[in-house]
């Protein structure tokens, strides 16, 4: 903020968010010496020029337009912008940069476009006031850009209060009651505005009875966190359980089809908009790991999203279904069940049946975020439907923010895939509203459902658990606004932001080092742990370390299958469960050969003996060995760059990484000899460098 607040800037415009980006500006000229102003009130009053109203020339000015008087160099931009890229171009949250005669100039058509405009010039910094800066249009790819909170309000037995939650307890509630002081809620408001981000769900998709009653005697709460976020344009959504009629409404059935049951949503839903009129929706998982749903009642998935989505519609609220829907109670010995096909199978017949407000929200891979899954199959499959991809923030299968794991690679690679090839759009587009029709990105927002994920964020003083992760949370926000965006610049962007005022000298060394340790650590992650994307291999439960059969006899569908001769799992058509088919050409094809599978994907897709050689040359068993022992060389060597940062950054925040990097090296130490000796013992195969393997 120092480049801003120490200078002369105007804000013209009024609402809420306009208020909130002068309070921003005006906090940062207290502490940076700046001066802000407010046009005339006067409308008789032609402002001569920028040096007008208060005698000072202004070197910034946010002008949310049209607005009656702009200082001159606003105005010249908005005459340019017109004519450029005709008015409505920035739309509800576009923003538009530019300098004109020493002046820099924001404007936006609608108030959070300034709000959007504001964080932006706080990233450029003091490049914002270059003497030669061409013109930029900003408009997010997606207009719903959303964190879901599987926060709860009381702590649950096994899950503690926040499931899969590595940052200590919620942000919203303690003690089985919404927080009294909702400052750091504010401040969260104020950090994810900063990422991009615009809505939340405020408690757990697997909703116990105390969050389900958020839905009605509880509301308040839902309001007072409403309120508090609503200055930084971020929507409240509740995730809600689908038996809500007969757990609070007291009625014999939830029966989407039944008369009363559509009322009572109906006038449940009525309530809510009463009490938080800007309220987004509700999250709804349904017939899913034990929740319960519309199966339960012979309805399909249509039927029960809709009757959501009828009484959330007269207020414009949407419903996030989600698609993560599958048998949790397999039978092991069963080959012929696969969950990678579940959510295909359930939702893809339903498409062209969901109402306009419903969103199909689909894990972006078909598992369960796992550190390499293919692209999920239901984003091809489904284009009468508007689908939000979901992504997992929180680190529950990629080490759980004791690993340092920079997710932004993993969720690009994701973002710009092609489900059909290079023809139609990526997934990025398909989350932004294109249609298969459509071969080109779009460059703003469609009517798609846009991006989804599990936050990160808990009461923990430095937000994330591990302060390093805070780069995730940013990420996202900044790859939902643009999914072209380089997880490297992206990176830059995150640490030039949390370092700059604490460590203005040593920022060049900050910068070395974190890129040095996070560009590739998730791809070190991938090394250390379950190989060419069988998945999972970890300790049932809490999912953290290595367990490699710890899933093999279960319930859960997530198997590795290896024996003494070879290991991974059969998808293909001609001899596994088909899950290939499900793809479009081209992939159906690719993924269905040996030949053309990825290697990355190797195991995700075929059993495969251990000698079998991968593209990249080496056997099957061989890359385990040598990724395994790299990944923990990585590891290592990250530990050693971190220490090169004592006495730069804040004590606090070094002597924190540095403990979690040391079990880190534990961590993927014991990853390393399981893995490895478990392959070893299976297959008798040695390593052919001859390391030491237990
Ligand atoms: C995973 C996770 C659960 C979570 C579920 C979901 O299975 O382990 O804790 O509830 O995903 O996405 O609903």
Request: aromatic share 10%.
């Amino acid at each position: 903020f120092r480049a801003l607040g120490s200078r002369r800037s105007l804000v013209c415009g009024e609402g809420t968010l306009v208020d909130t980006v002068r309070d921003e500006i005006a906090r940062a000229c207290v502490r940076y010496g700046g001066s802000t102003d407010r046009p005339h009130p006067r409308p008789d009053r032609r402002p001569a020029d920028d040096r007008s109203a208060a005698g000072t020339a202004y070197d910034l000015v946010l002008a949310l337009v049209p607005a009656g008087l702009l200082p001159i160099a606003a105005a010249a931009v908005d005459v340019v912008y017109r004519r450029r890229y005709g008015a409505g171009t920035l739309g509800e949250e576009g923003f538009l940069l530019a300098r004109h005669t020493e002046v820099t100039v924001v404007l936006a058509e609608a108030p959070a476009g300034l709000l959007y405009g504001l964080f932006h010039l706080v990233r450029l910094g003091e490049s914002a006031f270059g003497l030669t800066r061409p013109m930029e249009l900003h408009r997010p790819a997606m207009r719903l850009r959303m964190l879901n909170h599987w926060d709860n309000i009381d702590v649950h037995p096994v899950m503690g209060q926040v499931e899969r939650g590595y940052a200590g307890g919620s942000i919203f509630w303690q003690d089985g009651a919404r927080r009294e002081d909702l400052t750091r809620v504010g401040a969260y408001g104020r950090l994810l505005a900063a990422c991009g981000v615009n809505a939340v769900s405020v408690n757990n998709v697997n909703v116990h009875a105390t969050e389900a009653r958020l839905l009605t005697d509880r509301l308040g709460d839902v309001a007072a966190i409403a309120d508090v976020l609503r200055p930084y344009g971020i929507r409240v959504h509740l995730s809600v359980s689908f038996a809500a009629p007969v757990m609070l409404g007291g009625l014999s059935s939830a029966d989407p089809l039944d008369e009363a049951v559509r009322e009572w949503w109906a006038d449940a839903t009525k309530r809510v908009y009463e009490s938080v009129p800007d309220f987004g929706g509700y999250v709804v998982k349904a017939d899913s790991e034990g929740q319960p749903g519309p199966f339960g009642y012979g309805r399909s998935h249509a039927d029960g999203a809709n009757v959501l989505a009828d009484a959330l519609s007269p207020y414009g609220g949407v419903v996030h279904w989600r698609a993560f829907v599958y048998n949790h109670r397999q039978d092991w010995r069963d080959r012929s069940t696969d969950r990678a096909r579940a959510a295909h199978d359930h939702f893809v017949p339903l498409d062209g049946q969901f109402r306009d407000n419903v969103i199909l929200q689909v894990k972006h891979g078909p598992m369960d975020f796992q550190t390499r899954e293919p692209v999920s199959p239901v984003i091809a499959g489904m284009p009468g439907t508007r689908l939000a991809v979901e992504l997992q923030v929180t680190q529950e299968y990629t080490g759980q923010q004791r690993h340092i794991c920079y997710l932004a690679p993993w969720w690009s690679e994701v973002l710009g895939f092609g489900p059909w090839g290079d023809d139609g759009p990526t997934v990025a587009a398909v989350a932004a509203g294109a249609s298969v029709g459509d071969a080109a990105e779009r460059g703003a927002a469609g009517d798609g459902g846009g991006l989804v994920a599990v936050s990160n964020v808990g009461d923990d003083p430095f937000w994330t658990g591990h302060p390093l992760a805070q780069a995730n949370l940013y990420a996202f926000g900044r790859l939902a606004w643009d999914p072209r965006l380089a997880p490297t610049a992206v990176l830059d962007e995150w640490i030039e932001l949390t370092f700059a005022a604490s460590a203005p000298n040593g920022l060049g060394l900050v910068r070395r080092v974190l890129r040095a340790i996070m560009d590739d650590s998730w791809r070190t992650y991938e090394r250390y742990t379950a190989p060419l994307g069988v998945g999972f291999m970890v300790h049932p439960g809490d999912h953290y370390g290595p367990d490699v059969d710890g899933y093999e006899y279960s319930r859960w569908g997530t198997y590795h299958f290896a024996d003494r001769d070879g290991v991974g799992v059969d998808r293909t058509r001609a001899s596994g469960t088909a899950f290939t088919g499900q793809f479009p050409p081209p992939w159906r094809d690719v993924y269905e050969s040996v030949e053309s599978c990825p290697d990355e994907l190797l195991l995700f897709f075929h059993h495969v003996p251990y000698g079998h050689v991968l593209h990249s040359g080496s056997t099957v068993i061989q890359h385990i060995y040598d990724t395994h022992f790299a990944g923990v060389e990585q590891v290592v060597a990250m530990r050693q760059q971190w220490e090169r940062l004592a006495g730069v950054i804040d004590p606090g925040v070094h002597a924190r990484v540095r403990e979690r990097l040391d079990e880190q090296v534990r961590c993927a130490t014991e990853w390393r000899d399981q893995i490895n000796t478990y392959f070893f013992r299976k297959s008798g195969v040695p390593d052919a460098h001859g390391r030491r393997i237990h």
